[in-house]
């Protein structure tokens, strides 16, 4: 009787990618979804932007605010392009398995197919190219952000200018949310690389990736900082 496959892929590799899968689903959804009597930092983080905006109304130098979002576009910049570089690497290993197959040859892994390698390696792609979409439509958000900004009136009073800050807070958030999702399909990326140690290894990568973002998210000191006194 043989064991349950599909393609190069047997029970244990279909089980560990699997549940990477779910890891990946569930903490994102718990993250932008987080129970009302724990908010997630990313939820929290949403009322300081929507505070940054209200406290910008107010203020007629504008430039530390305009600082902060280049600030911001930089860091998706920088993503965006190791994403993109990280990508090209991966294509380049399905197209040559060779020295992934000797390294295992060598470090006396079990001997895998080519199609198994490069099947682990595109799964680290394809992590890798959601993230590379997120970073650079996050760096677009943010562009709308800082136009949004740019046409609040420097006059408190003015009827328009307490609405067009919650807008431009509105985008702000969605480009902050776009980033975070980038970051969290970076983390899962590297997480599948275990994979090439075997389904065993994936498991326990997928695990810890799993439980290291619910405790920066939901149990972490500066979670804890930021709740002193949060906005309201």
Known sequence: MTSFS??????AD?????LLVLCWALIG???ENPPENRISVGKLMERYRHEWMRQ???????IFDSQMVDGLRQSTTFFASTALIAIGGGLALIGNPDPLTTLASDLELDQAPALLWEVR???AVLFGALAF?????????????ALAMAAIPNDPNDPDAFPRAEQAAKVNISAAKSFNRG?????FALASLAWLLGPETLIAAAVITTVTLWRREFASASREALLENPPR
Not at 14 to 18: I, K, N, P, R, S
């Open 56 to 62: 910008m109304v107010g203020r007629q130098n504008r």
């Open 121 to 123: 390696i595109l799964t």
């Open 29 to 31: 959804w718990f993250c």
């Open 133 to 145: 979409q997120k970073f650079v439509w996050s760096h677009r958000l943010f562009s709308y952000a």
């Open 183 to 187: 970051l969290r399909n970076v983390y």
């Open 14 to 18: 279909l089980f560990a990618l699997t």
């Open 6 to 11: 599909i393609g190069p892929l047997g029970l």
